[in-house]
């Protein structure tokens, strides 16, 4: 009997400890194989393998931030409706010292990792550096908050960019950019939505008509700078541009359906049709730039 319940201890330990680090949120990463998709470079198992590299690092960076986010909320996520029960710190699955543990390891493979890619772990330590600011000071900042986890996004591919050692188009970074910050507005919209203002204090200075505001500027940015990308640099990507309106419809659909999803990851994990958007997408931009 006492194995059985430490068995079972055990294993919701090791549960709590795989969501602590969010995997699911990774999929955020994939930002970083962005220029090995427009740079053509795709078809090279060497160039593959270094956005792959770039890839796993950022995925143990980012893993990184969420746990001392976590630490650091934890006393306000236990007051909270959902993430008392969703965060393993706050819900008490995982004990502190457990989460630190794990916090070392995951610094101890970034460490690794400045021996095999110095110049990628540069951007992650700018991208490090950076979520410590936000979260401890600038997520309480209005409209700095929504800029932060942008520039996080532009960090991605900037990062996917130099582990191939090409250059960042300007027309990438911008509606890079551009696409981060609509998709941060819809999180703090959704946010808002859900919790009013007690999930966060930042969402005290919003409003929803403000971040919609804020979230129809962005996303008519995002494509407009992509559509005169593919018109001035990448003409073969023109059957492309119908996916990507489709693929903003589709997820402001979403989040306005279903009150529930707040980031994109969530809208990919519960809506087909726009994971089929996003996959078509792909495909589409690998056969019109296969060399």
């Not at 962005?34 to 956005?51: E, R, V, W």
């Not at 976590?70 to 819900?91: F, G, M, Q, V, Y």
């Not at 050692?165 to 609509?182: G, K």
């Amino acid at each position: 009997m006492n194995d059985t319940v430490t068995w079972h201890r055990l294993t919701a330990r090791l549960r709590g400890l795989i969501v602590l680090m969010r995997p699911r949120h990774w999929i955020k990463n994939g930002f970083v194989l962005g220029p090995l998709l427009f740079s053509g470079t795709f078809i090279y198992t060497s160039a593959i393998g270094q956005a792959l590299l770039a890839f796993t690092l950022f995925c143990l960076a980012s893993s990184a931030t969420y746990i001392v986010n976590d630490i650091r909320d934890i006393e306000r996520d236990r007051h909270h409706p959902k993430k008392s029960r969703t965060r393993p710190l706050a819900a008490g699955t995982v004990p502190i010292p457990m989460a630190i543990t794990l916090l070392i390891l995951l610094y101890g493979l970034l460490v690794w990792g400045w021996f095999i890619a110095p110049s990628v772990m540069k951007v992650i330590i700018a991208y490090l550096l950076l979520n410590v600011a936000y979260t401890f000071f600038l997520k309480h900042q209005p409209v700095v908050d929504i800029f932060t986890i942008a520039i996080g996004f532009v960090l991605r591919v900037y990062a996917g960019a130099v582990a191939l050692a090409v250059p960042l188009s300007h027309w990438m970074f911008v509606t890079t950019l551009c696409l981060a910050l609509y998709l941060a507005a819809v999180k703090r919209r959704q946010e808002l939505r859900q919790n009013s203002v007690e999930g966060r204090d930042v969402l005290k200075k919003y409003s929803v008509a403000l971040i919609d505001r804020y979230a129809g500027m962005t996303a008519t940015g995002a494509l407009i700078f992509y559509s005169l990308f593919v018109t001035s640099a990448k003409p073969q990507l023109i059957m492309t541009v119908p996916l990507v309106l489709f693929g903003l419809f589709r997820y402001w659909y979403v989040v306005e359906e279903r009150e529930e999803v707040e980031s994109p990851t969530e809208a990919l994990l519960v809506d087909w049709q726009l994971l089929v958007t996003v996959a078509l997408w792909a495909g589409c931009c690998i056969v019109a730039l296969w060399p």
